[in-house]
């Protein structure tokens, strides 16, 4: 199997820990880039301060990680679509197949990831190529969003 080029791309996801999270396993997943969206918080606060609450939770790889933020991320998304990144969007849905076992077609993989509560807003997962989700086996639905990309970055390694 080639190895692929993964984008990690962060949409409304409100807390500084999960994002700090994130970006310190996107780092060690390889992770190209992170691009930012929404009402996610960025390393910087709005005054241009390092957030030390991220960095505490990232461990330095805020520093590392390149990563940029989308003030649109649908046009994020047309620019990827156009490089020829498969769009694959982590969320329970009608439409959605398991992350267990998926391989993509294509070598460049761009990975959604949504808000804690609400997940991938509608309109986002209408523009993926695939839509997919980790099976539950217990009696809760849902995961942690930093644990799902956890899972899901290593999981498309391997």
């Known amino acids: ?30 992770v190209a880039r992170i691009i930012l969206s929404g009402c996610t918080p960025t390393p910087i606060d709005r005054f241009g301060r390092e957030r030390q609450d991220f960095a505490k939770v990232s461990l330095g790889a805020e520093k590392t990680m390149p990563w940029s933020y989308a003030n649109n991320v649908h046009t994020e998304l047309d620019r990827l679509k156009e490089d020829t990144y498969t769009i694959a969007a982590l969320e329970q849905d009608a439409r959605s197949s398991s992350l267990l076992g998926w391989r993509p077609e294509n070598a460049r993989v761009a990975l959604i990831l949504g808000n804690e509560v609400g997940g991938i807003a509608p309109d986002l997962l209408d523009r993926a190529d695939v839509i997919l989700e980790i099976p539950m086996y217990g009696l809760k639905e849902s995961l942690n969003v930093s644990v799902v990309g956890g899972i899901a970055l290593f999981g498309m390694r391997f």
């Open 1 to 30: 199997m080639q190895p692929i080029e993964l984008i990690l791309i962060l949409h409304d996801i409100r807390s500084v820990h999960n994002v700090g999270s994130l970006f310190r396993t996107a780092d060690g997943a390889g």
